[in-house]
């Protein structure tokens, strides 16, 4: 029987702090033996030189065509690799795929040693997935707080007005015109930007 | 309310069938919203195709016969093809180097038929063999792709082992040329526009075009899960019909231009205008700096029945399975070919159009003399092989 420790795994992906993301998940469940590479245009030699048991990849990379060269009963290979379904579990199939994840195992591994592989993989690029939305909204939220001030900025040099004032007028035509604050600042800036 | 279809697509020229009916208007027709997506893998298409992410994709033929196998790693996948989508623009291009050295090896293989330039391969690798240097590397796109059948059947025609002579890798197409151009591989055989572009920036020479190894080698095919087009007839039928009608318009001499354009955005091919348009108007510029050569039949989406899923077409790519050991040798092609491919859903769509439909579904490939030539356009293998498989 492998233990758990002794799955050597390989996770795939042009995104290192995905990739980063998925090792450290993987690696405080017990498997210690993780690699990861990025894109490479020796990957078939890459791969056999690393001897994974499993390959996580995400389920978009181009390098996946690669891969499926290796199914082919091939002097490529040393042990014959399939791509891991869990044909008893749909909805784990229908989670896989919308997480963006696709496993592939070497021939003779157990489903259920591998499934809760698979089953860290798709929570962790979910958790990325995450991260990703609240930095990206985070981002746009900053942009619209940088919008307000230049706009405030604007009325206040243009129209003499203070910074509450400047403000309360931006406020007031966004709930006139049913709009974001951020939105009737960005018409300020561009209405200044055209006038000069 | 329209019926909402998702189909994903490879980058090539051959997606312009889906990509024209959505643009032009055909699928919004047979009130069909159609959603378009772009994806850089062939893995990925066939797996969103087969776990319900998409309802019709743009495929290799080869893969709904490997599906249906269940090669591939992976379990049965039952996936019908209701028709093709055009034929393709695939060739064969190999580094400026590699081709200095063909040529200096073998100049009248060179100047002969392109179909046979593959003996001035032959030599080179016969050089290679004798001074110990180490073996040339080729992609294709896919291992179940008409890329790699024909890629192989060029090089086996002049005596080349494809599996012990030279290394044969895959690498998703819009990769290819980055491939070429940094050295990682000798040669490839790809769709279009990844030929071109590689001649236009002087990386790559192309030495024999699809028409010159067999014209009519099937390529992308249309791809439905089988169980959605079960309960779905007439949404499929609607679907096949747009997708004909967009294969007739995109395969307009006159419409070549704008086809290029729609092609050129970023959200369909997005490959340079001129490189689209050099391929789509019948002017392929096969070495940099040579004036392009005159091959109307470059692209074809309609005529020549180029829409008809031919069962002896998915046939043919069932017996290169075959040839290069993909499949068991005893495989029954002939059972397996006829529920994959579907000339009876194409039949059931079109009729009462106007579209020329053959009388049989399955034909004699190869013949010189075949009598259906005017429907059908050239059909020879450059090493003149019959095809004959029947059903």
Not at chain 1, 117 to 132: G, K, P, T, W
Not at chain 2, 322 to 346: N, S
């Amino acid at each position: 029987m492998v233990k758990l420790e002794e799955f050597n795994i390989l996770v795939i992906d042009e995104n290192p702090d995905r990739a980063a993301i998925v090792e450290r998940g993987l690696v405080e469940s017990g498997y210690t033996r993780v690699a990861r590479i990025g894109t490479s245009h020796n990957l078939v030699e890459r791969i056999q030189a690393l001897a994974p048991d499993i390959i996580i990849i995400d389920l978009e990379n181009p390098d996946r065509d690669t891969l499926e060269q290796m199914f082919q009963v091939s002097r490529a290979i040393a042990r014959p690799i399939a791509m891991f379904v869990d044909q008893s579990d749909a909805s784990m199939i229908h989670e896989a795929v919308s997480a963006g994840v696709s496993a592939y195992v070497v021939d003779g591994l157990r489903q259920d040693r591998i499934r809760p592989i698979v089953e860290m993989a798709i929570s962790r690029f979910n958790v990325f997935d995450q991260l990703r939305r609240e930095r990206d909204e985070a981002q746009a939220k900053l942009n619209e707080r940088k919008l307000i001030e230049r706009a405030k900025g604007i009325l206040m040099k243009e129209k003499g007005l203070s910074e509450e004032d400047s403000y309360a007028l931006l406020r007031k035509n966004a709930m006139k015109q049913n709009r974001k604050i951020y939105e009737i600042a960005q018409s300020v800036i561009t209405a200044f930007q055209l006038e000069f | 309310m329209a019926n909402k279809v998702r189909l994903g697509f490879v980058p090539l020229v051959d997606c312009a069938i889906p990509v024209v009916a959505r643009a032009m208007g055909f699928a919004q027709q047979e009130n069909i919203d159609l959603e378009l997506v772009r994806e850089m893998s062939w893995a990925a298409i066939r797996d969103k195709l087969s776990f319900g992410m998409f309802e019709a994709a743009h495929l290799l033929a080869g893969i709904p016969i490997a599906a249906r196998l269940g090669l591939g790693g992976l379990p049965v996948q039952n996936i019908v093809v209701p028709m093709a989508l055009g034929r393709g623009g695939n060739a064969i291009t190999v580094s400026t180097q590699l081709y200095q050295r063909m040529l200096e090896a073998d100049p009248n293989a060179m100047l002969g038929p392109r179909g046979r330039s593959a003996r001035a391969l032959k030599k080179v690798i016969d050089e290679d063999k004798a001074e110990g240097r180490p073996i040339l590397s080729f992609a294709t796109v896919f291992p179940f792709s008409s890329h790699n059948y024909e890629l192989r059947y060029w090089m086996a025609a002049a005596g080349i082992d494809p599996d012990m002579d030279v290394n044969i890798g895959v690498i998703a197409p819009p990769r290819m040329f980055d491939s070429l151009r940094n050295g990682w591989v000798d040669g490839y055989c790809v769709g279009e526009p990844w030929n071109q572009r590689a001649v236009f920036h002087g990386d790559g020479v192309i030495v024999a075009l699809k028409d010159d190894i067999w014209s009519r080698s099937p390529e992308k095919v249309l791809g439905l899960r089988e169980d959605w087009a079960q309960s779905n007839p007439e949404l499929v039928s609607a679907l096949v019909r747009a997708l004909v009608r967009a294969a007739e318009w995109a395969d307009q001499p006159g419409n070549r231009v704008e086809l290029a354009h729609i092609l050129s955005e970023e959200a369909n091919v997005g490959a340079p205008f001129e490189v689209l348009k050099a391929s789509l108007s019948g002017k392929p510029v096969l070495r940099p700096g040579e004036p392009p050569i005159d091959l109307p039949d470059r692209h074809v989406f309609y005529r020549y029945t180029a829409t008809f899923p031919w069962l002896s077409q998915g046939r043919w790519i069932g017996e290169q399975m075959k040839r290069w050991r993909q499949i068991p040798q005893d495989t029954d092609l002939k059972a397996v070919i006829p529920d994959v491919f579907r000339p009876d859903l194409y039949r059931t769509a079109v009729a009462g159009l106007d579209v020329l439909v053959p009388q049989d579904d399955w034909r004699i490939e190869g013949a010189a003399d075949a009598p259906d030539r005017s429907l059908v356009g050239m059909d020879q293998f450059l090493d003149d092989t019959i095809f004959k498989a029947e059903f």
